[in-house]
């Protein structure tokens, strides 16, 4: 392993455990890390795409096992955002314009969260004319723009759930979780298509995730009550509004 990459080590592991306790990946955090250490995006898209799966897989694991995971709630999310991410992947643009617009609302939506902290509750089943009438659309658009950013798409999932009233927050981690883990692949398969795999970097920072993401998912699935499980929710989406932002400058 490079000894460049020691100092990253520890805070992919730290990310991979703030993310891994609400569903999430951590793919917005490892992409502000990495462009911030001087590597190219196009570069290290399937890296990041790589570490994401790892999480959210053992996340999901720790989800579904405490309950959580609601495949009717997924299933119209998933059915257009997989071919959506694989499009995204294959497209060749500058994310500065999506980075901005996506910023702007993340940031307002992680306010949301770590403010106003009334945890949501649980909510009545919505019908399933509402959920896909909603979510098939919406789930194209996702996985386009997963696709695109390089990342797994919970990030925006994750809000969307919680604001519609269709989840409380150990659900949409859930969710989300599944969700990510099924854009990603589709989204790393269109950029290994493009482009190789540097395993000199994925394998370290594999192993760092692999440490950090099951803690960081075992607490948020067993232990953190909702309200907190919110605020940290909003901590992660602020995070990763304001590294969209940073995109900008």
Same mark, same amino acid.
């Given at each position: 392993?490079?000894?460049?990459?020691?100092?990253?080590?520890?805070?992919? &592991?730290? @990310?991979?455990?703030?993310?891994?306790?609400?569903?999430?990946?951590?793919?917005?955090?490892?992409?502000?890390?990495?462009?911030?250490?001087?590597?190219?995006?196009?570069?290290?898209?399937?890296?990041?795409?790589?570490?994401? =799966?790892?999480?959210?897989?053992?996340?999901?694991?720790?989800?579904?096992?405490?309950?959580?995971?609601?495949?009717?709630?997924?299933?119209?999310?998933?059915?257009?955002?997989?071919?959506?991410?694989?499009?995204?992947?294959?497209?060749?643009?500058?994310?500065?314009?999506?980075?901005?617009? &996506?910023?702007?609302?993340?940031?307002?939506?992680?306010?949301?969260?770590?403010?106003?902290?009334?945890? =949501?509750?649980?909510?009545?089943?919505?019908?399933?004319?509402?959920?896909?009438?909603?979510?098939?659309?919406?789930?194209?658009?996702?996985?386009?723009? @997963?696709? &695109?950013?390089?990342?797994?798409?919970?990030?925006?999932?994750?809000?969307?759930?919680?604001?519609?009233?269709?989840?409380? @927050?150990?659900?949409?981690?859930?969710?989300?979780?599944?969700? =990510?883990?099924?854009?990603? &692949?589709?989204?790393?398969? @269109?950029?290994?298509?493009?482009?190789?795999?540097?395993?000199?970097?994925?394998?370290?920072?594999?192993?760092?995730?692999?440490?950090?993401?099951?803690?960081?998912?075992?607490?948020?699935?067993?232990?953190?009550?909702?309200?907190?499980?919110?605020?940290?929710?909003?901590?992660?989406?602020?995070?990763?509004?304001?590294?969209?932002?940073?995109?900008?400058?």
């Amino acid at each position: 392993m490079p000894s460049d990459l020691l100092w990253l080590l520890p805070l992919f &592991l730290i @990310a991979a455990m703030l993310y891994a306790s609400v569903g999430h990946g951590g793919a917005s955090a490892y992409l502000a890390i990495l462009v911030l250490s001087g590597f190219a995006r196009q570069e290290i898209a399937p890296t990041v795409l790589i570490l994401n =799966i790892l999480v959210t897989t053992t996340g999901f694991v720790n989800y579904f096992r405490a309950g959580h995971f609601s495949t009717r709630l997924l299933l119209p999310f998933i059915a257009t955002s997989i071919p959506g991410a694989y499009l995204g992947g294959m497209v060749s643009l500058p994310a500065q314009v999506f980075s901005g617009i &996506l910023g702007g609302v993340l940031f307002i939506a992680g306010l949301r969260f770590v403010f106003f902290t009334k945890p =949501i509750p649980p909510p009545p089943a919505a019908g399933l004319r509402r959920i896909y009438g909603i979510g098939l659309p919406v789930g194209l658009i996702l996985g386009f723009l @997963a696709g &695109l950013v390089g990342i797994g798409g919970g990030i925006f999932l994750s809000p969307l759930l919680l604001v519609m009233g269709w989840a409380d @927050a150990k659900r949409t981690a859930a969710v989300s979780a599944a969700f =990510i883990i099924l854009n990603s &692949l589709s989204g790393l398969l @269109a950029h290994t298509l493009r482009g190789g795999i540097n395993f000199e970097l994925a394998l370290p920072l594999g192993l760092a995730v692999l440490i950090g993401g099951p803690i960081g998912s075992w607490w948020g699935a067993f232990k953190v009550p909702p309200k907190i499980l919110q605020q940290i929710l909003g901590i992660v989406l602020l995070t990763a509004s304001l590294k969209m932002i940073h995109d900008l400058l």
